[in-house]
Structures are given as C-alpha cells and as structure tokens.
C-alpha cells in the first residue's frame, strides 16, 4: 500500500509487521518518533502480544533488550548519538552473546559540542562491536532494510543495526509502499531462538571466558559476520520475490560500468551524490556511484569488483576518524589493495553541514584531475580555523575554542533553521 509519511512512521510501520515480542523504549532525537509511534500501535491493540518497555536510559534500553532476547522474545529498539555512546557496554554485551536484537541507529553527530543534526559518528564509532551495520539511501531502503533485518538477525543469532540518516530521512516526508502482514509473515518466520533460558532446562548464558578460548569466542563472531557477507545479498534476492523491490544487498552502482572516477558514500547523500552525476554526465565526464549498504560485515569483494574498471576513487565520508582522516575510505583502500587505483578522502557534512550539488560538482571535477589531497574536508571555513589556532598560539588561556569560533561566525550558539 502507497501511503504518504514521515521516515520514522514508515519504519515504525514496517517493525511492527515483524511482531516484535518486546519494544525498549527511551525517547532521543531523532529517533523519537519511531518508538512514539510503535507504542501507540502497542496502546491501541494494533500491535498485539507485544510488552512495550519504558526504561529510564539507553543503557536501560539495550540491557532489557538483552535479557528479553535471552529469554526468547523478538526484541526491538532504536536509539542516537549520545544514547547509542551510553549503551555500548551493553552494545558490546548483546553480540558477544549472539543476541539477534534489532536496532535502528538514527545518525547523529556526536558531542562535545552538542549537535543534534546528522553524520555518521555514532554507529560507526561501534564499528567494531560485533552488529552488523546496514545502511539505508532512502526511506523506503530504510523500512525495507528492517524487515530483513529480523531475518538475517535470527538466522545467524547476531545483532542488527539498521543505520537511517537522522532527521534528512526520520522527519522527511515520501511516499512509502508498506507492505501487508500476510507478505511480511510470508517472509519473515516465527522466531525460533538458537539459544534461550528456560527454567526446563537450564543453562547459563554470559559465562566467564578465560584465555584459553576468549580469542576462539571472538573469532566466532568475526565467522558469523562472513556468513552474513553471503546471506545478505541472498535475502535482498528472496526479499525481490516477495515484494517485488530491489532493496538492500551488499552495495549498489550507479552509472559505473564505463567510469573512471567512482564515488563512494553511504546513506541518504547518495541521492545528491547521484543528482550531481547526472549533470557531470550529460558535460562528458565519465563518472559514477558506489553505494554501501553493508558497513559490517564490509563487503571487500564486492567493492573490489565496482571498482576493478576505474582510475580513482574518492569516498565520501560523514564521519571523521581523528587524527587519521577517513572510516571507510581505510576499508575501501582495504578492498583495493594492489589495484593501483589513486583513493581520495573527502569528509563532509559533519554535525549537518550541508552537501550541495555545487561543492560536489567541483569537487568531482578536481578529483577527475588528480588534483585533491589525500585527505579533504568540503567546504571547511579554513579562515575561522586558522583564526583559532592562531589564538590559541599567542594566548595561553584562549578559553573554549567552540564558543570562541561562534563568536568569529558572529553568534553565541547554533541556530535552527
């Protein structure tokens, strides 16, 4: 059914046709609808058999979820930024024990300074957790992405983060189709778990592991997650039959077969990405997309493959590895290693900087020249940089340097549009 809505609603909609069994449930922007409105379905007996749980944090939220999964119940919640940050201990906790708990990350930067708006910092400072990470582009991905989700989770018995860009597509409004109940039951079956507490038969779960098997016990992880590289494209290709849509997999291309320069990125800023393509295009430069949608488990292969045809690469990040540069550039350099390929790093759209069809469409042309640096950061204010740095040079107490960078931009916080 063709239905007009919010992003959040849209996969608000979609989780509860999976008949979660437990909902966990603590309000943070902008993830906030999404559970307002799975627990108003719960309210009103539109979602049935299922125990929505306010907690009193995110660490809460996630330490319930686990206990709920170890207990047999399909297990749901979503969380951002700061909240995710709160609950890694129990992040960490849920795939160690091969918990299949689903979870949307709804991307936010994360502080200090305080930022509400969107990057990529916080799922992919869990990187290494243990969940695997799926990317959406758009909201449809993103309600699709869900669905799959709870079956890739179940069948492997690993968490599973379902990544949306925060507000650009949770409080954006489209046109969403959403599937019935008999489809979503025809795909997605019962949950049967591989490992539960019952009092009938007792085990223990979470047990201490010493040096003699903690690296076997990780490796496992590490394994599950290769056999999750299989599966995912697999049941993108079962999920087609059902619904009849092309969603989800391992990555997508956009007019690379004939390209010599590929753009790589993940998220809700491949549309403009590719909006921008199509004008480069039509002036003759050969030039394509890259998009990922599996973050974790990386798909070294099949990134390997988009791009054994091209000259150069530049990966897109919203995310910024301090000290380093790029995130998934490092994993793309990974893929390619040999190649002989010239890889650039672009870092953009922090805290929700905005990314414009211009700035990209300079960009890619000094890309296609070879004329970028290892590493750049679009459209950086370098002027009030500078101006701080050179504060801090010349005075030792210089005081905060956000609060003294707003006062050069000619404010004293951050304005909402």
């Avoid at 753009?263 to 004008?279: E, H, N, P, Y």
Wanted: net charge negative; with cysteine.
């Amino acid at each position: 059914m063709l239905k007009q809505c919010e992003g959040s609603h849209a996969v608000a909609e979609a989780v509860a046709l999976c008949r979660p069994e437990v909902i966990c449930a603590y309000p943070i922007s902008p993830q906030t609808h999404i559970v307002e409105g799975l627990g108003e379905m719960v309210k009103s007996g539109e979602l049935k058999d299922c125990e929505f749980i306010n907690v009193e944090s995110e660490f809460a939220a996630m330490s319930v979820a686990i206990g709920s999964s170890a207990a047999g119940a399909r297990t749901y919640t979503a969380t951002a930024s700061q909240g995710l940050l709160f609950m890694v201990e129990a992040v960490y906790n849920a795939s160690g024990l091969g918990l299949p708990i689903v979870m949307t990350v709804a991307n936010r930067a994360i502080g200090a300074p305080i930022n509400i708006w969107n990057d990529h910092s916080d799922s992919l400072s869990q990187r290494d957790c243990g969940w695997i990470q799926l990317f959406a582009e758009t909201n449809q991905e993103a309600l699709d992405l869900h669905i799959q989700a709870f079956k890739l989770a179940e069948e492997l018995s690993l968490p599973v983060m379902v990544c949306m860009d925060g507000f650009i597509l949770t409080h954006a409004y489209e046109r969403a189709d959403i599937p019935t109940q008999a489809q979503v039951d025809d795909f997605l079956p019962p949950y049967e778990p591989r490992q539960v507490l019952d009092p009938a038969e007792p085990v223990s779960i979470g047990a201490m592991v010493g040096p003699e098997a903690f690296m076997e016990v990780r490796y496992l992880a590490h394994a599950k997650q290769m056999q999750a590289l299989e599966r995912i494209p697999q049941l993108a290709d079962e999920f087609k039959k059902v619904f009849g849509r092309d969603t989800g997999g391992l990555t997508h291309t956009y007019k690379a077969d004939d390209a010599e320069t590929i753009v790589i990125a993940m998220g809700s800023v491949l549309g403009t990405i590719k909006d921008t393509v199509d004008d480069m295009r039509e002036a003759g430069h050969k030039i394509g997309v890259l998009g990922i949608t599996s973050f974790r488990p990386f798909p070294l292969v099949a990134v390997a493959a988009a791009l054994k045809n091209c000259k150069r690469f530049l990966v897109l990040e919203k995310s910024l590895a301090v000290g380093s540069g790029g995130i998934v550039a490092t994993d793309v350099r990974m893929a390619v290693t040999g190649m002989g390929l010239k890889g650039y790093t672009v870092v953009a759209g922090l805290g929700g900087r905005a990314i414009t069809k211009k700035s990209l469409a300079t960009l890619f042309e000094k890309a296609g020249r070879d004329e970028l640096e290892l590493v750049t950061f679009l459209d950086l204010d370098w002027k009030v940089v500078n101006r701080q740095l050179e504060r801090e040079k010349q005075t030792r107490r210089s005081g905060p340097a956000a609060e003294a960078m707003l006062r050069d931009l000619g404010t004293v916080a951050s304005k909402i549009a």
